[in-house]
Nanobody, 124 residues
């Protein structure tokens, strides 16, 4: 098993940046595919970004491509999401998630472990 704890959320203005972190404990972090998801009020949870075990392969939702960067530091057991040029529509609770396998996937039901989430609010 792996335990995940997100941090770094907050309230920012449109156009600003924010970096989320996800600290992992338990089984070896580097054996997991990692992903970021988000859920806005009244909406379903949606995929944001995913990263392979070694960090060499990443995938992004079209809505964040070019603005968000997912990365990981396996030595620190930590996943990151660098968010730039934030928009009000990025407002949501952001979750990190872990799964086995070889490549990141976009379906939330394919992820086995979840953090508690961190709130990101972008004001216009």
């Amino acid at each position: 098993q792996v335990q995940l704890v997100e941090s770094g959320g907050g309230v920012v203005q449109a156009g600003e940046s924010l970096r989320l972190s996800c600290a992992a404990s338990g089984r070896t972090f580097s054996t997991y595919i990692m992903g970021w998801f988000r859920q806005a009020p009244g909406q379903e949870r949606e995929f944001v970004a995913g990263i392979s075990r070694g960090g060499g392969s990443t995938t992004y939702a079209d809505s964040v491509k070019g603005r968000f960067t997912i990365s990981r530091d396996n030595a620190k057991n930590t996943l990151y999401l660098q968010m730039t040029s934030l928009k009000p529509e990025d407002t949501a609770v952001y979750y990190c998630a872990a799964r086995g396998g070889l490549m990141p996937v976009t379906q939330d039901s394919d992820y086995n472990y979840w953090g508690q989430g961190t709130q990101v609010t972008v004001s216009s």
